[in-house]
C-alpha cells in the first residue's frame, strides 16, 4: 500500500499546526506579522533538506502535489459565490490598478530574468537553457505551481532541472516576499502610510495570534450550508464538486491532446505544453459548471 502522498500530507499539515502555535505563543512573530504559512515552509525547508533523507523520505512526490493542489485551488476560487458589487466605479478603478501593478511586475522581472541569462550564455554558460530566466516571473510572481508545472514541461524539451528550477525560484520569491514585505509593513505602520482603520486592526489579539476568540458571538460567519445533512454533508459535496470539475479539465485536456497529436511533432509538443498550463483548463471547466 503506497502511504506516501498521505505521509507527506500529514507533515505539511503538521508544520501548519506547529508554525500557527509558534505564531500565537511567540512575540516576536505577532510584533513583525509573520504569517504561519512562512514559518511551516521555512520549518518544511529545514526539514526535507537535512531531516528527511536521514529517514529515507523522498520529496518528489511534493511536485506533483503542488501541481495537483494549484488546479484544484483555482476550481475552488472560481467556484465560489461572489455577492454583487456596490460601488461599480470604485472597482473598476482598483481592477485598472491591478492590471498595470501585475503587468509592470510580470514586465521588470522578466526583464531581469532574461538578461542575467543573456549574460550567462554570453560569458560563461553558452549551453545554458534560454527559456530560465523566465523562471523569475514564473516563481516571483505566479508562484510554485505554475513554476514546476511549466518548468516540467520544459524538461521535456530539454531543461532537465526545469521543475527544480521553478520551485527553487518560487521558494527565494517567497523568502523574498515575505521578509521584505514584513519589513515594509512594519516601516508603513511606523510612517503613517498604513490608514487608521487599518492600523487599528493591526492592535487586536486576532490579528496578533491568528486565532478568534473562543466566545462564539466574536466569531464571524465564514460560510453557510448548501445541503441537508440528513442527505449529503456540505464539505463532501463541496469536495466532490470540486473533483469532478477538475475530472472534466482532465479530460477536456486529454481530448485536446489526442487531437494535437494528429498534427505531428509540433502537435506533441504544443500538447505538452499545454499540461504545464492545467490550471486555466480547470478554472474555465469551473466556470463552464459554475453556469
Do not use: C
Request: proline content about 3%; glycine content about 10%.
Amino acid at each position: 500500500m503506497n502511504w506516501n502522498y498521505i505521509i507527506h500530507i500529514g507533515i505539511i499539515s503538521f508544520s501548519l499546526l506547529f508554525a500557527a502555535f509558534l505564531r500565537a505563543r511567540i512575540k516576536f512573530f505577532q510584533k513583525y506579522l509573520i504569517p504561519s504559512p512562512i514559518l511551516a515552509g521555512i520549518l518544511l525547508l529545514v526539514f526535507y533538506n537535512f531531516i528527511a533523507p536521514m529517514l529515507n523520505l523522498g520529496s518528489d512526490y511534493l511536485g506533483e502535489l503542488v501541481y495537483h493542489l494549484l488546479n484544484i485551488s483555482f476550481i475552488s476560487m472560481m467556484l465560489r459565490v461572489t455577492g454583487k458589487r456596490e460601488n461599480k466605479k470604485n472597482s473598476r478603478r482598483i481592477l485598472a490598478q491591478n492590471v498595470t501593478a501585475v503587468i509592470g511586475q510580470y514586465g521588470l522581472q522578466t526583464f531581469f530574468g532574461l538578461l542575467v541569462t543573456a549574460l550567462l550564455i554570453s560569458t560563461v554558460m553558452p549551453d545554458l537553457f534560454p527559456a530560465i530566466g523566465f523562471t523569475l516571473a514564473l516563481g516571483w510572481e505566479l508562484g510554485p505551481g505554475q513554476a514546476f508545472s511549466i518548468g516540467s514541461t520544459w524538461q521535456s524539451m530539454g531543461f532537465e532541472a526545469g521543475p527544480s528550477v521553478g520551485l527553487t525560484m518560487a521558494a527565494i520569491g517567497f523568502l523574498v516576499g515575505s521578509f521584505g514585505g514584513v519589513v515594509l509593513i512594519n516601516t508603513g505602520i511606523k510612517k503613517g502610510w498604513v490608514g487608521k482603520e487599518y492600523h487599528k486592526n493591526f492592535e487586536t489579539n486576532k490579528q496578533k495570534t491568528g486565532f478568534f476568540s473562543r466566545f462564539q458571538e466574536e466569531r464571524p460567519i465564514g460560510s453557510y450550508l448548501s445541503t441537508d445533512g440528513e442527505s449529503l454533508d456540505t464539505l463532501t459535496y463541496h469536495i466532490a464538486l470540486v473533483m469532478i470539475t477538475y475530472l472534466i479539465s482532465y479530460a477536456l485536456l486529454t481530448l485536446l491532446s489526442k487531437l494535437l497529436i494528429l498534427i505531428g511533432p509540433l502537435g506533441v509538443s504544443l500538447a505538452d505544453s499545454l499540461w504545464g498550463i492545467n490550471f486555466v483548463f480547470s478554472a474555465f471547466s469551473a466556470l463552464g459548471v459554475k453556469m
